[in-house]
């Protein structure tokens, strides 16, 4: 039986057991705030890391992982698959290709862009591994998996939206009017960008609207897994969980909290669903 090994990015929210589940291993990416480097590793306190960065009036960085980083993870396997938050929002896949040029046997590497982030990358590794497990050829697992990621759905509710506004990727008075109105932008990962797909005034609300497009968007959803990464939301987390289950017919619907580049760019209590 032939050795194959996955490689994620920290922005994909696996855990420590799913790493186990999966056979899979984590690459950390960074963030600094004013001078404090947070390295994204399972050790992080995402809390502690979050609440640097709203209090900061600075911009907060992130940094992907170093080429050689990646390299050194394409060890011990025949097969290397690595998955990585989209290349909009990141350079850790262009990273993850750099590594390759620098490892031994740079053919039996093969990076695959998410185009998403949090739930989505997760989302991948998961069917990613379901491939393997089923003997299928290396060829015809990156076909499907390629496939997979292009047809994969990854929308969002933020309740937070200043890391958005502070990054640019939202005006002050857009951020202002989200903030006194009570309005939720629903929002989704159109290959790599963020692009709004509705707006509601109030958590529940949201919630909802986030279940009846992920309906619109999947309306066969038997035999798919779905994906709910949360930033200190469980509650929210499982409201979503509730309605999509009335709604939809996945075989499995996944709940994680984020972990720190995730929580950084969906804000404290955004969750993000992927499908």
Do not use: W
Not at 60 to 84: K, L, M, N, Q, S
Not at 133 to 142: C, K, T
Request: proline share 3%; charged share 25%; aromatic share 6%.
């Amino acid at each position: 039986m032939r050795s194959a090994k996955i490689i994620v990015d920290s922005g994909g929210d696996l855990t420590p057991a799913l790493c186990e589940t999966l056979g899979a291993v984590t690459v950390p990416l960074s963030m600094l705030v004013e001078d404090k480097e947070y390295v994204d590793s399972f050790d992080l306190d995402v809390d502690a890391f979050l609440t640097a960065s709203e209090k900061s009036r600075q911009v907060t960085r992130t940094a992907c992982p170093a080429p050689a980083a990646y390299a050194a993870a394409y060890e011990g396997a025949e097969e290397i698959y690595v998955v990585t938050l989209t290349s909009k929002l990141s350079g850790s896949y262009a990273a993850a290709m750099a590594g390759k040029e620098l490892c031994e046997a740079p053919e039996k590497v093969h990076v695959f862009d998410s185009g998403s982030a949090a739930s989505g990358p997760l989302l991948v590794t998961l069917e990613l591994r379901r491939l393997l497990d089923a003997g299928l050829p290396r060829e015809e697992v990156i076909q499907k998996t390629q496939t997979f990621i292009e047809e994969m759905q990854t929308i969002f509710v933020l309740e937070d939206v200043s890391a958005l506004v502070k990054n640019g990727r939202m005006s002050r008075l857009a951020g202002k009017l989200v903030t006194a109105l009570s309005i939720h932008p629903i929002l989704a990962a159109d290959h790599g960008e963020i692009v709004q797909l509705d707006k509601a005034r109030g958590s529940a609300a949201a919630l909802r609207r986030l279940a009846d497009h992920a309906l619109r968007l999947r309306p066969v959803s038997k035999g798919r897994t779905a994906c709910i990464s949360h930033c200190f939301n469980r509650e929210a987390a499982e409201q979503l969980k509730a309605r999509l289950e009335e709604l939809c017919e996945f075989d499995e619907i996944l709940i994680q909290q984020s972990r720190g580049l995730s929580s950084f760019y969906a804000g404290r209590y955004g969750v993000v669903l992927a499908f």
